[in-house]
């Protein structure tokens, strides 16, 4: 069943920034949907079976972190 969760990204500064956090995000098992918003650092992750850990070690490889 498909799922979306919130997180919230810290560091991001441009729209380059924006797109390697969706690009690694959106490689993830099961992702479906990614959307980034870059002034609040919101990421919503749409998908079915969603691996928080796995999230959160994909926004640390585009070199950000998730606040938690
Ligand atoms: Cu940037």
Redesign the pocket.
Known sequence: MAEQREYTVVG???????AAVAEEVGAVAGVEAVEVDLSSGALTVSGEGLDDDAVVAAVAEAGYEVRR
């Open positions: 991001m500064t441009c729209g380059h920034c924006r």
